[in-house]
């Protein structure tokens, strides 16, 4: 993802979920990014590209232990 794609998706977090959400480029994974609520890991956020129409999934695991 370009920096400018990741500022995009922060601001889109932060507007509608949490003002403290940041998303981080990856090391070595230009198709992805991560997401974290001030030093915690929530998941990742991967884009797709298909069919000329560009669209972004966000996958967040839920340990049974956090609920």
Same mark, same amino acid.
């Given at each position: 993802?370009?920096?400018?794609?990741?500022?995009?998706?922060?601001? *889109?977090?932060?507007?509608?979920?949490?003002?403290?959400?940041? =998303? %981080?480029?990856?090391a #070595? %994974? !230009?198709?992805?990014?991560? =997401? *974290?609520?001030?030093?915690?890991?929530?998941? =990742?956020?991967? #884009?797709? !590209?298909? !069919?000329?129409?560009?669209?972004?999934?966000?996958?967040?695991?839920?340990? !049974?232990?956090?609920?």
């Amino acid at each position: 993802m370009t920096p400018e794609e990741i500022r995009k998706l922060e601001a *889109y977090f932060k507007r509608n979920l949490n003002k403290e959400i940041i =998303v %981080k480029a990856r090391a #070595r %994974k !230009d198709e992805s990014a991560e =997401v *974290y609520l001030a030093d915690e890991f929530l998941g =990742v956020i991967f #884009r797709d !590209d298909e !069919d000329g129409e560009l669209s972004y999934n966000f996958s967040m695991a839920i340990l !049974d232990i956090d609920l």
